[in-house]
């Protein structure tokens, strides 16, 4: 087997959260669980590691959150800033410091990194035509400019990036674009910015990512990585024109700022400065020397960024290259994406104020929240957070199997052996001894390679099935049945002692694998043992003799409790009726300034239009489908044929509302699954002023015969 050697010092990373709204658990499960999960393990080994993240407070998305707001960007940033910060602390992720790119810190630090790339001609400069508002006199870029996606054809495609298939765009890019800031058509003039021309390191981006990485990093990532290169790497703008920013440090720049995507991931930089200042230590080996393993925690959005943008920024300042990037895939809620302009979303915020400081709450749902989230790790394609699948972790896994074991064997331990840590008679130890003992030292040594290898999923899936173990060892060695034949045959004694010996020492052990993922469940543990917090030290894991003969430990606590079912009831018709009060508002919500008047979808031509096959039909029969909420499943008569087409009009009518209803449907619309079923068409709607949608038809039109020619 290949030994590899320990770097010498770790430096994690999590995803900078954008600083304009509150974040929500498909975050926490995607870049800071896991990142918490791996910092634990590495401080447990007694690793030299900082956990570095802040807040990303530049960008366009700052000012437009202010107006819609209502308020400045400055205290629309002070508001997030402050309030992810204490969310982050209230679910326990243990960062060594949380910084924010306001900071003259990270200000400082990123003019001297564009300075470094300026000064030794690594950007380019272009005199480009952007698009400028006439109106606001500003030009014109990412959120400040929409318009219809290039590549999927959505309206909601902005200035940097599809809202809907995700692809990163360009303002030029955008087919009619409209300015959100006066809903007008914009108009070019003439700006200089500096690039980063990324076609100049395509070859280093091959080998180091496609050849060297090509089997330690996962295999999303390296795919992601390779269609970019594949793509073509085109030259990046590091400027750009706006008042809100950090002030690009050249005198013949006024008025332009770094782009955000160029300072936010030099953010991990100023943190970790900001880190060594407040600790009295030296920065500059966590990221200039070779030794130094550097891992970023991030979502799948964010690849780009972390495997080739940011890397390509750190070989040309003489920084290190991140050892691993471990992203994760998307979670989705009950059904659905997680969307925070639909409301279909479970903020950290709300789970903290339902679970964590609600009577009853307190550390354990903290750590039900993270033992589910890492349970359902997206770690290698899209989860989903359903409520129902909590409670089932939650009573089925860590109440019944972990927390039952646990308290099994201090209960036991107070019943039959008087509180104490029995003796180990070894001479009479059986073969079931001698395997929970092996059983123990393995689950170590494998939960330690999978905690390596960032499979946190396994790794915890590898805890329970231990403490399942324990159940099964203690049911077998039956010591309560046996505590019935001392009084005749006192050697039984013995057994009994020996059987909670074991019992009590995989306790001890659990608690320590245990510590990474669930840090309360592991100190209160610890306080049931009586010992103090430094037998979690990872090297103590696969010792029998954590728990001395003769100490006396505390009566047990429930480790957790219960989830009941009104509990998720209450979730669940919280999040529907959330979801819904957005539905209903959308259309005539005044809050919306950055709306253009009229939203229509830009401009066909006749020949687009032929190729739609349209048909009349009656639909026969609906029915509502299981966890989506907003589809309908129709059956509909074509007079030709009969179909079933999906609909996503359940927000708006009622099955039996539609049964009988004329209907135009699109009939040569490819076929589509969705939830598992095909859709064969499309029925037509349109939308009136208000919002409100309605059935087109062709009145008692012959079935099928109504066709555009
Ligand atoms: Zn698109």
Known sequence: METVSQPKRYLVTSALPYANGLKHVGHLAGAYIPADIYTRYLRAQKRDVVFVCGSDEHGTAIPIQAMKEVTTAQAIIDKYHQAMKEDFADLHISFDVYHRTSDPLHHETSREFFTYLHDRGELETKETEQYFDVGSQTFLADRFIKGVCPHCKSVRAFGDQCESCGTALSPDELINPVSTISGQSPVKRKTTHWYLPLARHEEFLRKWILEEHKDDWRASVVGQCKSWIDGGLQSRAVTRDLNWGVQVPLDDAAGKVLYVWFDAPIGYISATKQWALDNNKDWKPYWYDQDTQLVHFIGKDNIVFHCIIFPTMLKLHGNILPANVPANEFLNLEGDKMSTSRNWKLEMRDFIQAFVKKDNGGDQCVDMLRYYLTQIAPESKDSEFTWKGFQDAVNSELVSIFGNYVNRTFVLMHKLCGGKVPRYHSDIADEKDNQLIQDIAAAKARIESL??????????????????????????????????????????????????????????????????????????????????????????????????????????????????????????????????????????????????????????????????????????????????????????????????????????????????????????????????????????MAEDASGKLHFVSAGEASLGGWKVS
Not at 549 to 578: T, V, W
Not at 621 to 642: H, T, Y
Request: hydrophobic fraction near 45%; proline fraction near 6%; include cysteine.
């Open 451 to 684: 905690l390596e290898q960032y499979k946190f999923r396994e790794a915890l899936f590898d805890v329970i099935d231990l403490s399942r173990k324990g159940n099964r060892y203690m049911q077998e060695k039956e010591p309560w049945i046996l505590a019935k034949t001392v009084a005749e045959n006192p050697a039984n004694q013995q057994l009994i002692d020996n059987c909670l010996y074991n019992c009590l020492q995989l306790t001890a052990n659990l608690a320590i694998l245990i510590n990474p993922f669930l840090p309360s469940t592991a100190r209160k543990m610890c306080y049931m043992m009586k010992v103090v917090d430094k037998m979690l030290d990872w090297q103590n894991a696969g010792s029998m003799k954590l728990l001395s003969m003769g100490y006396s430990l505390r009566e047990p606590q429930l480790l957790f409790r219960k989830i009941e079912d009104q509990e998720i009831a209450e979730q669940i018709q919280l999040l529907k009726s959330s979801a819904m009060q957005v539905a209903e508002n959308q259309p005539v919500s005044p809050d919306q300034p950055v709306q253009p008047v009229n939203d229509l979808k830009p401009e066909i031509v006749f020949d687009d239009f032929g190729k739609i096959d349209l048909r009349t039909g009656i639909i026969t029969a609906a029915q509502k489908v299981p966890k989506a909420d907003k589809l309908l499943q129709l059956e509909v008569d074509l007079g030709f044929e009969k179909r079933t087409i999906l609909s996503g009009i359940a927000m708006h009518f009622e099955p039996e509302a539609v049964v009988g209803q004329h209907v135009v449907v699109v009939a040569n619309l490819a076929p589509r699954k969705m939830r598992g079923i095909d859709s064969n068409g499309m029925i037509l």
